[in-house]
Each structure stands twice: as C-alpha cells, then as structure tokens.
C-alpha cells in the first residue's frame, strides 16, 4: 500500500506542522466511598487525555498521492478529578474540609503540571510532526489508510512517548511534594 521508494518523490511536499495545543475544561466531583478507607483520610484520582488530531495536505502527482501532515492540534490536560474522602469525616465538618483542602492541593499540582511544562509539551510535538515525512500511495482509495498510519506514527513517536512518561513522573514528583509540606495541622486541629 505504501511505497517507500515512492514516498522518496513525496519529500518535497513536506511541510513545516503547525501545532496546537489546548488543555480540556475540566471538572472536580468530591464523594465519599461507603468502605472505610483504610489508613487515609482522602484521595484524588485524576484523569489524563492526550488526544491527536492530524490534518494531512494531499497532492496529486503523475503516478499517485503524496499525504503530508500539515497540523498536528493537541488536547493535553486532565479532564476529571474524583476527591474521595473519608466516610468518617461528616460533609462540611472542619475535618472534612482539612482533608478537602489538602487534596485540591494535589488538583493544584496536577494542573500545574500542563503548564509548567507547555513549552516542553510543544517543543516535544513539534519534533515529533517535524520528522515524519510525507506518504506516498498510488490510488485515492489508500489516502484514508495514509492518514491513519501518520497518525499512529505520532502516537508512537518516541518524542511522545518520552512526553507521557516525564509529565507522570513530574505528576509524582509534585503530588509526593504537597504530602512533605502538610505537616497534618489542620486536621491536628480539628480533632482537639
């Protein structure tokens, strides 16, 4: 389907990708699970998307198509956050609102993660859109099954996966930050 060979008459069709990057809207729902929680008192689980929409340039040459990517546009961010807290811990008690404090810290350090890491987010999508090279097919028929082979190369690129894996390991490390810094005073002082 695809002709390497081929895809060498594409090179000159290569462009230059933009790349956008949009960080979805997200949403904090607070419940309670009806189990005792075993040794903590709250927790956050936050929900990550990295979505890849390509646009592809497609020109027509004497003996097929070259398919180029064009915009590489990024949604990038978290979408949801589930606090769960204690049952122990009545709604609106003092306790229950230390313990909710101190997780929408741990939301602050999630959401800070996306943004203090913009400029490596783009620099890292760029270079990953930058080094695929236009596809060559022969019939009109294939430009979809083109489109989704640049796709899946972005999804695969190394620059991306590395991306994933430094945004989760900064996910920790400032998650593990926010628990060093709370010395447990609010909640000390809730239960005097």
Not at 56 to 78: H, M, P, Q, R
């Amino acid at each position: 389907m695809f002709d390497a060979f081929a895809s060498d008459d594409c090179l000159d069709y290569k462009l230059k990708p933009k790349i956008n990057i949009n960080t979805p809207v997200w949403q904090k729902q607070v419940i309670q699970p009806l189990q005792s929680m075993d040794i903590l008192h709250g927790n956050v689980v936050a929900t990550m998307v990295d979505n890849y929409e390509i646009t592809t340039d497609i020109t027509s040459i004497e003996d097929g198509f070259c398919v180029a990517l064009k915009n590489l546009d990024a949604t990038i961010g978290y979408t949801d956050f589930m606090v769960q807290i204690d049952i122990s811990h009545r709604p609106n008690t003092c306790s229950y609102n230390a313990i909710l404090s101190h997780e929408d810290e741990h939301i602050r350090a999630y959401l800070s993660v996306i943004d203090d890491n913009y400029n490596l987010i783009k620099q890292s999508l760029f270079d990953a859109a930058d080094s695929i090279t236009p596809l060559f097919v022969k019939n009109q028929n294939d430009i979809e099954s083109a489109i989704d082979k640049l796709d899946e190369q972005i999804q695969n690129h190394p620059d991306v996966i590395l991306l994933k894996q430094r945004l989760k390991a900064e996910e920790e490390i400032k998650n593990k930050r926010v628990d060093q810094n709370d010395t447990g005073k609010r909640l000390k002082s809730c239960l005097n």
